[in-house]
């Protein structure tokens, strides 16, 4: 019975803990200007991403051929029915900016979570384990980081037939040695430390090292690296897409707005001007908001 007691005694204090521990995370976040602007613009975007089809005032492929480059409603020529203008098919260009949101971070992603859980696997396998296999992994990554990613990703794209999910995975494929790196490090690190060097010597089995001791030391510095990955990876997915090797139409994304656009910017400036605002304040929210978490769960800073 006694047992019982201690055992629920403990679990309230875990859990009182944890409430303390995400409420002074709050506070912390409410003191930050940068960070609570980027946490509102990541909302917004993933609200508008997951309510496209209710959002969007019209199909984003639909054309309508008697607004063929109507300008945006305030400016002359343009019309209510079209709040942001038309492009040079007739299509709506606040739809396309809305379905393009959604592209643009599922890419974002689901390619870090794939370039994450590489990335975990080897920094923690190579840094722990050391000696030969550390030599071997780390001779994987040097390979990887001498060939340009945005070259090896265009080749495997013009080899391979684009699309949205063969792009997800040739970008996590392709960006996950960033992880490998820095978790290394911090393994090294951690693995001289009291609380693993204890666990060994009681014969600790090295798997329930890792997935106790070690991974969740490292899960902070995880996440801030993560977070900003997604933005690199969002100019990535449009970059590629404005070079016609991203995504493909009918599927709308930001790039390929920006591909269509770019020989009209002289005449027709608003086909290219606003999904380059969306890429612009999209990532900038996403970096206010990594440099946060980096400031708050950096132990140094």
């Known amino acids: 019975m006694s047992e019982a007691a201690a055992n629920l005694e403990q679990k309230e204090k875990k859990s009182s803990s944890s409430i303390s521990n995400l409420s002074i995370f709050v506070k912390l976040l409410l ?30 492929v639909e054309p309508h051929l008697s607004y063929i480059l109507t300008p945006p409603a305030w400016q002359e020529g343009g019309t209510s029915q079209f709040i942001l203008g038309t492009d040079n098919l007739g299509r709506d260009v606040l739809s396309r900016l809305i379905f393009g ?56 794209l013009t080899v391979f037939s684009p699309s949205l999910w063969m792009l997800i995975i040739v970008i996590g494929l392709t960006t996950w040695v960033n992880y490998a790196r820095i978790i290394r490090g911090e393994v090294l690190s951690l693995k001289e430390r009291e609380f693993v060097k204890a666990s060994q010597t009681i014969g600790t089995s090295h798997w329930i090292i890792i997935w106790r001791n070690l991974i969740p030391n490292v899960m902070s510095t995880f ?21 016609g090797l991203g995504i493909q139409p009918p599927d709308i994304s930001w790039g390929g707005m920006l591909n ?25 929210g996403i970096i206010f908001l990594g440099d946060w978490l980096r400031d708050v769960l950096d132990p140094r800073l």
């Open 101 to 156: 949101t959604r592209v643009s971070l599922i890419v974002g992603v689901l390619s870090v979570v794939v370039a994450g859980a590489i990335g975990l696997f080897f920094g923690v396998i190579s840094g722990y384990f050391g000696r030969w296999v550390d030599q071997v992994m780390m001779r994987i990554v040097d390979a990887f980081l001498s060939i340009p990613s945005i070259l090896f990703i265009m080749v495997i």
């Open 260 to 284: 269509d656009g770019r020989d009209y910017l002289a005449t027709h400036w608003w086909m290219g001007t606003f999904p380059g605002i969306a890429i612009t304040v999209t990532v900038l």
């Open 223 to 243: 996440i801030v690296i993560s977070t900003l990955s997604v933005a690199t990876t969002i100019i990535l997915e449009a970059s590629l897409s404005f070079l």
């Open 31 to 60: 003191k930050s200007k940068t960070g609570m602007l980027g946490l509102i613009i990541l909302l917004i975007a993933t609200f508008v991403a997951i309510f496209a089809d209710l959002l969007a005032p019209y199909d984003p």
